[in-house]
Nanobody
Framework: QVQIVESGGGLVQPGGSLRLSCVAS????????MGWYRQAPGKQRELVAT???????NYADSVKGRFTISRDSAKNTVYLQMNSLKPEDTAVYYC??????????WGQGTQVTVSS
């Protein structure tokens, strides 16, 4: 199996920044993509950003221009740099590792709270 561990969440004021980290460990033949998702209380989990093994990135419209996803393949680590944070960014952020169309692994999540 694949184990996913997220870190870097916390409390930040509006306009501030945070960087989340996601480390994947275990055994797999190939890693197709990794990404960040978030879930606020009472809402569905939504995609934030993804990055493929080839380096292609995709962002939700709500975070374009503010968030940046990056990857260190040698360390099996993905980062999410979050700038200009807004209260509506408050959520539990989850890291996902996709090995195939039907094989996905999730971390336990890290809390991000944006409040003054």
């Amino acid at each position: 199996q694949v184990q996913i561990v997220e870190s870097g969440g916390g409390l930040v004021q509006p306009g501030g920044s945070l960087r989340l980290s996601c480390v994947a460990s275990g055994s797999w033949f190939s890693m197709y993509a990794m990404g960040w998702y978030r879930q606020a209380p009472g809402k569905q989990r939504e995609l934030v950003a993804t990055i493929t093994s080839g380096g292609s990135t995709n962002y939700a419209d709500s975070v374009k221009g503010r968030f940046t996803i990056s990857r260190d393949s040698a360390k099996n680590t993905v980062y999410l740099q979050m700038n200009s944070l807004k209260p509506e960014d408050t959520a539990v952020y989850y890291c996902n590792a996709q090995l195939s169309t039907s094989s996905n692994f999730w971390g336990q999540g890290t809390q991000v709270t944006v409040s003054s």
